[in-house]
């Protein structure tokens, strides 16, 4: 039985909820029918990388906390040949969001996004703009910002993303196991982003999620598409996560939730028995 370190934050609390431990909880209880299971924070990786087969990095919060150590891993993986799961070859959030520009400089469906003034001609002429760090996530740094507070809120070092306020008539969720889509998740209500639903993808709504997991092009892994939908009816991304995306399990069927964690535990077990390794991680 291959033996799998699996890389959470128990305590991690996101908006004061305590279901993301939650979920890794229940993860692992299905995993360990296949895997001998040890449990590490991601600060203590180190120390378990070398007796593992495979690293599944899960629900860890945003790596901001403790960057130079994530950085560390990242370096690890590849001096050290370690294999990781995710592989650590996407081009979304793993790496920050500067991918969020690069994409809209590229034309693709997304809230348009500067990190500099310079460009502010890009994004529409809106009154009120959002800013996040480009390293965040869960919403941590989120702040609007009024078009005549620009100016002060934007620093030279191009650590934020600058977005205009897009009024949108919900955000919904893609989620995808392997570059295969697995099942949707929606906010009917805009100002109860957390409280999900179920949703039922429409073929545009899947070929538009399905081009960003294609650019994306990740080796193996989960990876969930985040988009709104604007009032004109089009879906923007919100943002790419393909490092450790919550899952939002515990809203699922039963049904759903069996068969992802059964996709799951197949691709895990390929990966752990495979003789290929990551040899190129990008830049954090």
């Known amino acids: 039985m291959k033996k799998l370190l699996f890389v959470t934050d128990l305590y991690y609390e996101a908006k004061g909820s305590r279901v993301y431990c939650e979920e890794d909880i229940y993860l692992t209880s299905q995993l360990r029918k296949d895997f001998q299971i040890v449990i590490c924070h991601p600060e203590d990786m180190e120390n378990f990388e070398a007796d593992c087969d495979l690293i599944l990095y899960r629900n860890v919060g945003p790596v901001a906390r403790f960057k130079e150590k994530y950085q560390a891993f990242r370096n690890r993986i590849i001096a050290n040949e370690l294999k990781t799961y995710n592989s650590f070859t996407g081009k979304g959030d793993m790496n920050g969001k500067q991918y969020i520009i690069d994409l809209t400089n590229a034309n693709f469906p997304v809230i348009p996004t500067i990190d500099t003034l310079d460009d502010l001609h890009k994004l529409p002429n809106v009154e009120t703009y959002i800013m996040k760090p480009k390293d965040g996530a869960d919403s941590v740094g989120f702040e609007f910002v009024s078009k005549n507070q620009l100016n002060a809120k934007v620093d030279s070092n191009k650590s934020m ?124």
Request: charged share 30%.
């Open 161 to 284: 993303l600058i977005q205009p306020f897009v009024d949108f008539e919900y955000e919904v969720s893609f989620y995808f196991i392997d570059k295969v889509f697995q099942y949707a998740l929606y906010a009917p209500n805009k100002d109860k982003r957390w409280e999900l639903k179920a949703y039922v993808p429409t073929e545009e709504d899947l070929a538009f999620a399905q081009r960003f997991v294609d650019w994306n092009d990740l080796d193996w892994g989960i990876e969930r598409v985040d988009a709104c939908r604007t009032k004109e009816g089009n879906l923007l991304l919100v943002e790419h996560e393909d490092l450790n995306p919550y899952l939002s399990l515990e809203l699922l069927s039963p049904e759903i939730r069996d068969n992802f964690v059964e996709t799951l535990r197949k691709s895990l077990l390929k990966v752990s028995e495979s003789t290929q390794t990551v040899l190129l991680a990008k830049s954090f």
